[in-house]
T-cell receptor, first 115, second 113 residues
Framework: AQKITQTQPGMFVQEKEAVTLDCTYD???????LFWYKQPSSGEMIFLIY??????QNATEGRYSLNFQKARKSANLVISASQLGDSAMYFC????????????FGTGTSLTVIP | DAGITQSPRHKVTETGTPVTLRCHQT?????MYWYRQDPGHGLRLIHY???????DKGEVSDGYSVSRSKTEDFLLTLESATSSQTSVYFC????????????FGQGTRLTVV
């Protein structure tokens, strides 16, 4: 079965600093996609960034980037220059490599940005 | 923003009563999903649909049923609500492409008393 592991229940970062949120995944399929979502205290789920297993470069979207290490099966989210509005839950997810039918989510990491 | 609407947004119901949550999309996406979110568990898939009248179970489907009679609507029914089904329920949609992200509704907070 596919699985996503996020081992950091909570993280703190000083404003304007960078922070890395960890995500490891388990699949034997060579082709897969990884996603990161943000859930602020208001509750909505916001898509942040996508990384395909065959992408040659790490994905970047503004202040978000993915540190993708395929051999280690890790896809860590890096947030640069943290802002107070980055305080939220962050979820890593993988779309089912075999069927594409569903998304598997990790348990999330709660990030708090300290002024 | 993707056009996806959940109703109701909040509901309190009594144990043993049936409850139906509705998800409506205006994006014509093929896939629709129902997830529940509980502390310490992240998002867990209840059921999903890959087309009209085509549905399948997720990892926590016991006690839930779904129906999709139109592309735009995906209904989640709790036949006889239990306190363990108190949760936040999210509907999501996605296109069929393997690299397509899921878009989420605003969520429904359901309390079973």
């Amino acid at each position: 079965a596919q699985k996503i592991t996020q081992t950091q229940p909570g993280m703190f970062v000083q404003e304007k600093e960078a922070v890395t949120l960890d995500c490891t995944y388990d699949t034997s399929d060579p082709s897969y996609g990884l996603f990161w979502y943000k859930q602020p205290s208001s509750g909505e789920m916001i898509f942040l960034i996508y990384q395909g297993s065959y992408d040659q470069q790490n994905a970047t979207e503004g202040r978000y980037s993915l540190n993708f290490q395929k051999a280690r099966k890790s896809a860590n989210l890096v947030i640069s220059a943290s802002q107070l509005g980055d305080s939220a839950m962050y979820f890593c997810a993988m779309r089912d490599p075999l069927t594409g039918n569903q998304f598997y989510f990790g348990t999330g990491t709660s990030l708090t940005v300290i002024p | 923003d993707a056009g996806i609407t959940q109703s109701p947004r909040h509901k309190v119901t009594e144990t043993g009563t049936p409850v139906t949550l509705r998800c409506h999309q205006t994006e014509n996406h093929r896939y629709m999903y129902w997830y529940r979110q509980d502390p310490g568990h992240g998002l867990r898939l209840i059921h999903y649909s890959y087309g009209v009248k085509d549905t399948d179970k997720g990892e926590v489907s016991d006690g839930y049923s779904v129906s999709r009679s139109k592309t735009e609507d995906f209904l989640l029914t709790l036949e006889s609500a239990t306190s363990s089904q108190t949760s936040v329920y999210f509907c999501a949609i996605s296109e069929a492409d393997r690299d397509a992200e899921a878009f989420f509704g605003q969520g429904t907070r359901l309390t079973v008393v």
